[in-house]
T-cell receptor
Framework: NAGVTQTPKFQVLKTGQSMTLQCAQD?????MSWYRQDPGMGLRLIHY???????DQGEVPNGYNVSRSTTEDFPLRLLSAAPSQTSVYFC?????????????FGEGSRLTVL | QKEVEQDPGPLSVPEGAIVSLNCTYS??????FMWYRQYSRKGPELLMY????GNKEDGRFTAQVDKSSKYISLFIRDSQPSDSATYLC??????????????FGTGTLLAVQP
């Protein structure tokens, strides 16, 4: 049981490049989400999904796209990278949306945009 | 003003000390309160979960919620070097306790010196 797996762990991009951060979970969780963590800002929700085929925006969605074609996978796409997107990105999943269900986090993907 | 305020620290204590970590919040609708622990270069993991007011104890950890003061605390007794981590508070309101509405504090960095 691997939990939540994120790849890559580290990535350096140039401004304007695009890339996809991968996230997979093997716990059959319906709820998946992407956060970014920046110093002094805490964890901020980018996008989330309550099940396959259903996604919605979080607090800071601009510049990012997501899709959820399977229960297991929830990739995050950066369309045209900007230095402001330099951050640590965490994927998280939960058994359910309601009741403040426990979030299980991946180990993070550290992105630098030059 | 942020919805959730948390002193970033760092907080340095000797091994065996009692540690008090705190968060204040402004939204009186918050009903679900959590503490996550995040080791360096890892994802956060759920440490404690409480619903509404009161205390909850789990081994050396006690979570306390004072809704009248909009103040939550995490106490660590007999602190150990392995407790060195960043502690994030998180909370959400009572409309199903929606996971996508979880608001995180910025985290307090704790160092327990042997």
């Amino acid at each position: 049981n691997a939990g939540v797996t994120q790849t890559p762990k580290f990535q350096v991009l140039k401004t304007g490049q695009s890339m996809t951060l991968q996230c997979a979970q093997d716990m059959n969780h319906e709820y998946m989400s992407w956060y970014r963590q920046d110093p002094g800002m805490g964890l901020r929700l980018i996008h989330y999904s309550v099940g396959a085929g259903i996604t919605d925006q979080g607090e800071v969605p601009n510049g990012y796209n997501v899709s959820r074609s399977t229960t297991e996978d929830f990739p995050l796409r950066l369309l045209s990278a900007a230095p402001s997107q330099t951050s640590v990105y965490f994927c998280a999943s939960s058994f359910r949306q309601g009741g403040g269900g426990e979030l299980f986090f991946g180990e993070g993907s550290r992105l630098t945009v030059l | 003003q942020k919805e959730v305020e948390q002193d970033p620290g760092p907080l340095s204590v000797p091994e065996g000390a009692i540690v008090s970590l705190n968060c204040t919040y402004s939204n009186s609708a918050f009903q679900y309160f959590m503490w996550y622990r995040q080791y360096s270069r890892k994802g956060p993991e759920l440490l404690m979960y409480t619903y509404s007011s009161g205390n909850k104890e789990d081994g050396r950890f006690t979570a306390q919620v004072d809704k009248s003061s909009k103040y939550i605390s995490l106490f660590i007794r007999d602190s150990q070097p392995s407790d060195s981590a960043t502690y994030l508070c998180a909370m959400t309101s009572n409309y199903g306790g929606a996971t996508n509405k979880l608001i995180f504090g910025t985290g307090t960095l704790l160092a327990v010196q042997p």
